[in-house]
Nanobody
Framework: QLQFVESGGGLVQAGGSLRLSCAAS????????MGWFRQAPGKEREFVAS????????YAADSVKSRFTISRDNAKNTVYLQMNSLKPEDTAVYYC????WGTGTAKGGNYEYWGQGTQVTVSS
């Protein structure tokens, strides 16, 4: 069983930066690939980035690849999403999720545990 507390969201101007954190409770964190997804109003949830259990490999959507970086600290049971050069189109609720024993795919259906979400709003 995994539960998450997400933080770091907020309101930022275009071009600014935010760092999202997702702190996990539960011993399975170290066995889980972790992902970040987002959902904007009126749109479907979309993949943002993921990272393997060891942190050795990460993936990112093309729309954020040059601007966002996912990382994790297994000693702290926490995964991060550093977001730079934010754009208004990045505005969404951001969710962290765990793919237990998985490889960190872009498919949300592969993730068993989800955080409650944190709002990111980028003003133009």
């Amino acid at each position: 069983q995994l539960q998450f507390v997400e933080s770091g969201g907020g309101l930022v101007q275009a071009g600014g930066s935010l760092r999202l954190s997702c702190a996990a409770s539960g011993r399975s964190f170290r066995n889980a690939a972790m992902g970040w997804f987002r959902q904007a109003p009126g749109k479907e949830r979309e993949f943002v980035a993921s990272i393997t259990w060891s942190g050795g490999t990460s993936y990112a959507a093309d729309s954020v690849k040059s601007r966002f970086t996912i990382s994790r600290d297994n000693a702290k049971n926490t995964v991060y999403l550093q977001m730079n050069s934010l754009k208004p189109e990045d505005t969404a609720v951001y969710y962290c999720a765990a793919d237990l024993w998985g490889t960190g795919t872009a498919k949300g259906g592969n993730y068993e545990y989800w955080g409650q979400g944190t709002q990111v709003t980028v003003s133009s």
